[in-house]
C-alpha cells in the first residue's frame, strides 16, 4: 500500500471520528433541552396547581365560614336586644 493511499484512509478515518463525534454531541444537547424543557414545563403546572389550590381555599374557607353564623343572622333578623 502507497504512503498517499494510508493518508487517505486516515483523513477519511479522522473525518468520520469527527463527524460521530459532533453527531453524539448534538444528540446529548438536544436530549438534555427536552429533559430542561419538560423539567420547566412541570414545575410551572405544578407552581400553578398550588396557586390555585391556595385561592380555592380561601375562596372555600371565606364560604364555610361566614355561612355558619346563625349568631350574625339573629342578631340581623331580631335585633341586639332578643
Request: net charge positive; proline share 1%.
Amino acid at each position: 500500500m502507497k504512503i498517499q493511499t494510508k493518508i487517505i484512509l486516515l483523513l477519511f478515518l479522522i473525518t468520520g471520528l469527527f463527524l460521530s463525534a459532533f453527531m453524539l454531541m448534538r444528540y446529548s444537547q438536544r436530549t438534555r433541552e427536552e429533559m430542561f424543557i419538560r423539567t420547566r414545563v412541570l414545575e410551572k403546572n405544578t407552581l400553578f396547581d398550588k396557586i390555585i389550590r391556595l385561592e380555592g381555599a380561601t375562596l372555600e374557607r371565606f364560604v364555610f365560614d361566614l355561612s355558619n353564623r346563625d349568631e350574625m343572622v339573629a342578631f340581623v333578623a331580631y335585633g341586639p336586644g332578643l
